[in-house]
């Protein structure tokens, strides 16, 4: 069975700084992975998408991914912060079987200071 | 164009009340998904449909929970007999077609669902 683990439910940077997030994942086939962001109030947004492609994804507002097989991980970076990037990020693999659904992580914080 | 709209935004019930939650997906989106988000969790699988059948039910927790999707466009999610641990944000999200892993799922804001 997929499965999704974010390690770190908070995470705070400084505006300017890296940003890191991340997420390990566990699948029976080779895995479609998906970074989600969720703003207040907000729909979730993809991000990016890893389909066994290029191991390194990128995505929108500066942000990109990359797959690591030997280490089951999709970490998500971006490599200067922004007050705007303050949001909920979460990880997703796709569930076995055929019908598309998502397997989401806990979600991880992301706090940006001034 | 609209995004997928989702009504209503709130909803405070009793507990033991019946409740409708809607789903308004992207026109044109055959695919058509359902989630629940209880605080401090990701977003749940529920029930998956395309077009007007329901071809995955598997996360739906019990038989107090169904959705349908009659004309293969608007979705409504219904609880029976609610309970304080449905409280959660329901999130309903579509997608072009079929289950392919390359379509993106285009998600609401989500219900807010107390029950109190």
């Known amino acids: 069975a997929q499965s999704v683990t974010q390690l770190g439910s908070h995470v705070s940077v400084s505006e300017g700084a890296l940003v890191l997030l991340r997420c390990n994942y566990s699948?029976?086939?080779?895995?479609?992975l998906f970074w989600y962001v969720q703003y207040p109030n907000q729909g979730l947004q993809l991000l990016l998408k890893y389909t066994s492609a290029a191991t390194l994804v990128k995505g929108i507002n500066g942000f990109e991914a990359e797959f690591k097989k030997s280490e089951t991980s999709f970490h998500l970076t971006k490599p200067s912060a922004h007050m705007s990037d303050a949001a909920e990020y979460f990880c997703?693999?796709?569930?076995?079987?055929?019908?598309?659904?998502?397997?989401f992580g806990q979600g991880t914080t992301l706090q940006v200071k001034p | 164009g609209a995004g997928v709209s989702q009504t209503p935004s709130n909803k405070v019930t009793e507990k033991g009340k019946y409740v409708e939650l809607r789903c308004d997906p992207i026109?044109?989106?055959?695919?058509l998904y359902w989630y629940r988000q209880s605080l401090g969790q990701g977003p749940e699988f529920l029930i998956y449909?395309?077009?007007?059948?329901?071809?995955?039910d598997s996360g739906l927790p019990n038989d107090r929970f169904f959705a349908v999707r009659p004309e293969g466009s608007v979705s409504t999610l219904k609880i029976q007999r609610t309970e304080r641990g449905d409280s959660a944000v329901y999130l309903c999200?579509?997608?072009?077609?079929?289950?392919?892993?390359?379509?993106?799922?285009?998600f609401g804001p989500g219900t807010r669902l107390t029950v109190l």
């Open positions: 999200a579509s997608s072009t077609s079929g289950p392919s892993s390359y379509n993106e799922q285009f």
């Open positions: 997703a693999v796709k569930g076995s079987g055929n019908t598309g659904k998502l397997i």
């Open positions: 026109s044109g989106h055959t695919a």
């Open positions: 699948s029976s086939v080779p895995p479609y």
């Open positions: 449909f395309q077009g007007t059948g329901a071809a995955d």
